[in-house]
């Protein structure tokens, strides 16, 4: 079994900057991929970004330009520097690990392990 657990979220003005860390615990995630999804005030889950054990990164077309991805393997710990932000951007964020490295999914079921989640609000 994979742990994983968020933080970093907070209250920020819109044009500010938040980092999101994700880390994992039960078992080495060095091999899959990793995912930032957020779940809109409308209930809708959406992708935000993710990063291949490669790493490859990718973007939603939404954040692309002002979202950053990375990973630290030594820590098990993936990173989201999201700049620039608008108040579309509030959500609760969630951190996922998929075991199936084939191919990169945008689509939240494919994901094995989830976060709890933080949430980013952004004021206007």
């Known amino acids: 079994q994979v742990q994983l657990v968020e933080s970093g979220g907070g209250l920020v003005q819109a044009g500010g900057s938040l980092s999101l860390s994700c880390t994992a615990s039960?078992?080495?995630?060095?091999?899959?991929?990793m995912a930032w999804f957020r779940q809109t005030p409308g209930g809708e889950i959406e992708f935000v970004s993710g990063?291949?054990?490669?790493?490859?990164?990718i973007y939603a077309d939404s954040v692309k330009g002002r979202f950053t991805i990375s990973r630290d393997n030594a820590k098990s710990t993936v990173f989201l520097q999201m700049n620039s932000l608008k108040p579309e951007d509030t959500a609760l964020y969630y951190c996922?690990?998929?075991?199936?490295?084939?191919?990169?999914?945008?689509?939240?079921?494919?994901?094995?392990?989830w976060g709890q989640g933080t949430q980013v609000t952004v004021s206007s």
């Open positions: 039960g078992r080495a995630v060095n091999s899959y991929n």
């Open positions: 990063i291949t054990w490669r790493p490859s990164t």
């Open positions: 996922a690990a998929d075991s199936k490295v084939n191919y990169f999914s945008r689509t939240s079921t494919s994901y094995d392990y």
